[in-house]
Nanobody, 120 residues
Framework: QVQLVESGGGLLQAGGSLRLSCLAK????????MGWFRQAPGKQRELVTT???????NYADSVESRFTVSRDNAKNTVYLKMNNLKPENANIYYC??????????????WGRGTQVTVAS
């Protein structure tokens, strides 16, 4: 079984910074892609960014330049650094990963999400 464990969310004042972390735990060969999605109340979950195993990074067009993804393959961890946060950045942030469990198969997994709240 594979589990994605997010951490780093919380409540902060506008203008502050947070770094979210997502650790992949379990039995697998490697993690192909890891990334972040976000979901606001009453809205659909949307892509923020993805990071490939070899270092390829993509951001959704709507994502602010204040957001930066990074990844540590040795630690099976992906990070999302968010600077100068604004109230509209308040969301639940979900980690997503495409995990190579066997030579023949890979699957997508979701974390439970971590809440980011920004006070004005």
């Amino acid at each position: 079984q594979v589990q994605l464990v997010e951490s780093g969310g919380g409540l902060l004042q506008a203008g502050g910074s947070l770094r979210l972390s997502c650790l992949a735990k379990g039995n697998f060969l490697k993690i192909n892609a890891m990334g972040w999605f976000r979901q606001a109340p009453g809205k659909q979950r949307e892509l923020v960014t993805t990071s490939g195993y070899g270092g390829t990074i993509n951001y959704a067009d709507s994502v602010e330049s204040r957001f930066t993804v990074s990844r540590d393959n040795a630690k099976n961890t992906v990070y999302l650094k968010m600077n100068n946060l604004k109230p509209e950045n308040a969301n639940i942030y979900y980690c997503n990963a495409n995990v190579q469990r066997t030579l023949m198969g890979n699957m997508y997994y979701w974390g439970r999400g971590t809440q980011v709240t920004v006070a004005s």
